[in-house]
C-alpha cells in the first residue's frame, strides 16, 4: 500500500474521526470562552488592556467566570441534546431545548434567536419567515452537533443546515454559511489539507461574492460575512490552532462567535494534540465533559459512524 493511500485510511479511521470530533467541539467551547472577554471591543481597547488576549480569564461585558461559555455553546449543546434524545432528526426537539434554554435565563442571548424562539413559543412555528435581516451569525454559530450527526453525507447536511437555522434565522447568507461551515468540519475531520479546505470558501465566494476574504478589512460584527470573512482570514493566515484563535478573538468585535466558529473548524482540522493543555485546563469542567460526549455520541449516530462503528 502507498503511503498516501496508508494515510487517508488513517484519516478515515475510527480513532482519527472520534479525535477530530471531539477536537472540534472543544474547540467551539474554548473559543467562546476565550472571545467572551473581548467581545464588543475594539483591537486598539483589546491592546491597551492585554496588550495581546490569549488567556480565558473571564470578565468581558457580561462578567463571566473564568472558563465559563456563552450562548454560542449553550445552543449547541441543547441542539445536540434533541438529537441524542431522540437519536434522529428532531426539528420540534430542538425547538423545544431552545426554548427551555431561553426560559432558564442564560447569560446571553442574540435579538434574532429571542425572537425565532418565542415564535415557536407563541406559533408553534418551526421555520421564521425569510427576513432581509436575518443575516446574523447566530444559526451559523451552532453549527457543531449539526456537522457530526451528519457525517458522511452532505445531502442531510445541507438539509439540516438549512432547517435548524430557520428555526431563528432565514436568510441566504446565513444559510450559506451554515454549509460551508459543515463542509468545513466535515473535510477536516477527515483529513483535509489547506488547499482543499481553502477550495470550499472560493467554492463560496462563487456563489456570494460578498463573502470575499483575500482583502481582510478587520470587520468582526455579527453579520454573518464580517464573521466568515474574520475566521477565514486568521484560519488561513496562522499556523496553529492557538495562532488561529488568538487571532481571531484580537479582533474584537463579536469575538465569542467568531472565535466559537474558528475554534470549531481548527479544532477539526488540527485535533486535539494541537489544543493548548492550559485552554482545556479553564474551560468549565461540566462543559467539557458534555462536549466531548456528545462529540463521540453524535458521530456514532451519523451516517459515517453507522457505517463504520457497528
Not at 52 to 70: A, F, N
Not at 210 to 233: C, E, I, K
Request: overall charge neutral.
Amino acid at each position: 500500500m502507498g503511503n498516501s493511500e496508508s494515510l487517508k485510511n488513517e484519516a478515515k479511521s475510527q480513532p482519527h474521526v472520534l479525535n477530530r470530533a471531539r477536537a472540534a467541539y472543544l474547540g467551539l467551547a474554548i473559543g467562546d470562552a476565550l472571545g467572551a472577554t473581548t467581545e464588543f471591543m475594539t483591537p486598539g481597547e483589546i491592546k491597551v488592556a492585554y496588550k495581546v488576549h490569549r488567556k480565558i480569564i473571564g470578565g468581558g461585558w457580561l462578567y463571566l467566570k473564568p472558563g465559563q461559555v456563552t450562548d454560542d455553546t449553550e445552543m449547541s449543546l441543547a441542539l445536540g441534546r434533541a438529537l441524542l434524545a431522540s437519536e434522529a432528526w428532531d426539528r420540534k426537539g430542538i425547538a423545544d431545548n431552545f426554548l427551555a434554554w431561553m426560559r432558564s435565563q442564560p447569560v446571553d442571548i442574540g435579538a434574532t434567536c429571542r425572537r425565532g424562539i418565542r415564535d415557536y413559543m407563541f406559533k408553534g412555528q418551526l421555520e421564521t419567515p425569510y427576513n432581509d435581516w436575518d443575516a446574523g451569525n447566530g444559526a451559523a454559530m451552532r453549527m457543531m452537533p449539526v456537522a457530526l450527526f451528519t457525517l458522511g453525507h452532505d445531502e442531510l447536511l445541507s438539509r439540516y443546515a438549512k432547517e435548524q437555522a430557520h428555526l431563528t434565522h432565514n436568510h441566504v447568507l446565513s444559510d450559506a454559511a451554515c454549509l460551508v461551515i459543515g463542509r468545513m468540519v466535515h473535510r477536516s475531520i477527515f483529513g483535509c489539507n489547506r488547499f482543499e479546505l481553502h477550495e470550499l470558501t472560493r467554492e463560496l465566494v462563487a456563489e456570494y461574492h460578498t463573502f470575499r476574504f483575500n482583502n481582510y478589512r478587520g470587520n468582526a460584527s455579527s453579520y454573518v460575512v464580517d464573521t466568515l470573512q474574520t475566521v477565514f482570514h486568521y484560519l488561513f493566515t496562522t499556523g496553529s490552532f492557538e495562532e488561529c484563535l488568538i487571532g481571531v478573538v484580537n479582533q474584537g468585535g463579536d469575538a465569542d462567535t467568531t472565535g466559537a466558529i474558528a475554534g470549531m473548524i481548527a479544532g477539526a482540522f488540527y485535533g486535539l494534540e494541537e489544543i493548548p493543555a492550559r485552554w482545556l485546563k479553564k474551560l468549565n469542567r461540566e462543559v467539557r465533559e458534555e462536549v466531548e460526549a456528545q462529540a463521540s455520541r453524535l458521530v456514532k449516530l451519523s451516517p459515517w459512524g453507522c457505517s463504520r462503528l457497528e
